[in-house]
């Protein structure tokens, strides 16, 4: 019963509320575990209060016991208390609601890199030896643009020839509930997507095809998600440093809150729902500050 209700719930995320297919997924998993739990209590005890909170209660311990991180035990919270705001509209499914709990989860400091080290990511003296074909260029305005405007690999994958306006320097992102955005692109980052496109043009030729993909892959389709993670990845090891492209989305964010930008205007071009997801990176400028301090100052108590 409940994972028909699970089915329904999931097809009025796509239908009613336009979630992604990623998105929907992750509440799937999510919810699913918990289900295949119920009905194994129900079944070897047929006689139980179907929303007895003992079953809420030996689930998230069971799930602590397998080493899942309260960050996912919360998420998993967030996800039954959206499930359950479905099954409320139902009176058949009434009987099955839980009264949850809330969980806190220490958030850790996101990572990124110094401004020193970013800026030296874009001198080209990584030891790749094609840095004048499409492949290096591809690799490297990969990387330049997630610096430059911070979007995530996912909207960065989705990128078309037709979303960037090189007049005006700004670039439209379809973010997450299919909502679009405009973030800009300094002129630097510009001038290296004119050299890309060139080589572009040039592969495309060369491959006999064509595809509104700005990044394309060695058969002229647009690249996955997955291979823009592998491969921004793999460019940053070349240039020493190991980082993600959302390390890169971090650093953008932390770099502009370090030189002096508003917090609601970087809320804006990250794509953030809420402010308090942007405010993360106060932490972060403030972790820095103290350790420049610890470091320079004489009364700091550093032993150095």
């Known amino acids: 019963m409940l994972q028909k209700a699970l089915d329904s719930f999931l097809i009025s995320l796509a239908r009613d509320q336009g ?26 005890l047929p006689h139980a209060t179907r929303n007895d909170p003992l ?19 919360a998420r998993f919270l967030s996800a039954l208390s959206s499930f359950q705001r479905y099954l409320s509209s139902h009176a058949q499914y009434r009987p099955y609601l839980f009264e949850l709990p809330r969980m806190r989860f220490q958030a850790g400091i996101p990572r990124f890199i110094p401004q020193g080290e970013a ?3 874009f001198e080209h003296r990584n030891a790749r030896k094609d840095k004048r074909g499409y492949f290096y260029w591809r690799d490297f305005l990969m990387v330049s643009l997630l610096y430059a405007t911070g979007v995530r690999r996912e909207e960065l994958a989705n990128i078309r020839l037709s979303d960037i306006d090189r ?12 909502k679009i955005r405009l973030v800009p692109v300094g002129e630097r980052t510009l001038a290296d997507l004119q050299k890309y496109l060139e080589l572009r043009c040039d592969f495309e030729k060369a491959q006999g095809t064509s595809s509104e993909a700005l990044f394309l ?20 090891r070349m240039e020493g440093v190991d980082l993600t492209p959302h390390a890169l989305r971090h650093s953008f964010a932390t770099h502009l809150l370090e030189n002096g930008a508003d917090l609601l205007l970087i809320k804006e071009i990250l794509g953030h729902s809420s402010l308090s997801t942007t405010q993360k990176y106060t932490h972060v400028t403030a972790e820095t500050m103290k350790s420049a301090y610890k470091k320079a100052h004489p009364r700091s108590g550093s032993n150095q």
């Open 217 to 236: 892959n060695r058969y002229g389709r647009r690249l996955t998600v997955r291979s823009v993670d592998r491969l921004v990845k793999a460019f940053a």
């Open 19 to 44: 979630r992604a297919a990623k998105t929907i997924e992750s509440y799937r998993r999510d919810l699913i575990g918990w289900i295949l739990f119920l009905e194994k209590q129900y079944t070897e």
């Open 119 to 121: 800026v030296s990511m």
């Open 167 to 178: 007049e005006q320097g700004l670039m439209t992102v379809t973010g997450k509930g299919n």
């Open 55 to 73: 079953f809420l209660r030996l689930y998230l311990r069971e799930r602590s016991e397998n080493n899942v991180s309260n960050r996912s035990l």
